[in-house]
T-cell receptor, first 113, second 111 residues
Framework: DTGVSQDPRHKITKRGQNVTFRCDPISEHNRLYWYRQTLGQGPEFLTY????????KSRLLSDRFSAERPKGSFSTLEIQRTEQGDSAMYLCASSQMMGHRAFFGQGTRLTVV | GESVGLHLPTLSVQEGDNSIINCAYS??????FIWYKQESGKGPQFIID?????DKRQGQRVTVLLNKTVKHLSLQIAATQPGDSAVYFC??????????FGPGTRLSVLP
């Protein structure tokens, strides 16, 4: 069973550097979501795609954040000029277009030093 | 989006006892309610869901109860095991819409 795959699992970067994360959803899923999770909190919605179209962005997604899903398959989340406050677990999830369940990847743990 | 929330942030139970995790919701129009389990360092995993027109649904060792009158959802885990130690989230699943998570409840199973 091929679930949602995220790469890398861990990333340590210096403040001010750019980072990019990748998510490969379940192949037949049209929708792809990005969430951010900090310690002791639930996942916070960042953005989601339906196929290649980015349909919704949270106010949490500042100008330094950009997400793409160019061919409606995998997605990338880029953070420019990272800040220490960006340290978190970044979770990707996918679902069928009219599905009511999200399937999550294992996440990418970002540490900004 | 509407909010979902938990009554208790932490819950400790003795191994072998039953656990009950509660959740309050505010969106009466939700189609489904879903419980996820998140173990340390991992992404949330689906446990069980319940459609809004149902009151109870049972899985393997888990039961979800839905009380629409008071907008309350609960997850019951029978014979709690050490592997059940995790953070549990409830969320609403509406067809084609985003998923909103509350802070979760941390379940600790004591030996």
């Amino acid at each position: 069973d091929t679930g949602v795959s995220q790469d890398p699992r861990h990333k340590i970067t210096k403040r001010g550097q750019n980072v990019t994360f990748r998510c490969d959803p379940i192949s037949e899923h049209n929708r792809l979501y990005w969430y951010r999770q900090t310690l002791g909190q639930g996942p916070e919605f960042l953005t989601y795609f339906q196929n290649e179209a980015q349909l919704e962005k949270s106010r949490l997604l500042s100008d330094r954040f950009s997400a793409e899903r160019p061919k409606g398959s995998f997605s990338t989340l880029e953070i420019q000029r990272t800040e220490q406050g960006d340290s978190a677990m970044y979770l990707c999830a996918s679902s069928q277009m009219m599905g009511h369940r999200a399937f999550f990847g294992q996440g990418t743990r970002l540490t900004v030093v | 989006g509407e909010s979902v929330g938990l009554h208790l942030p932490t819950l400790s139970v003795q191994e072998g006892d039953n656990s009950i995790i509660n959740c309050a919701y505010s969106n009466s129009a939700s189609d489904y309610f879903i419980w996820y389990k998140q173990e340390s360092g991992k992404g949330p995993q689906f446990i069980i869901d319940i459609r809004s027109n149902m009151d109870k649904r049972q899985g393997q060792r888990v039961t979800v109860l839905l009380n629409k009158t008071v907008k309350h959802l609960s997850l019951q885990i029978a014979a709690t095991q050490p592997g059940d130690s995790a953070v549990y989230f409830c969320t609403e699943g509406n067809y084609g819409q985003n998923f909103v998570f509350g802070p979760g409840t941390r379940l600790s199973v004591l030996p």
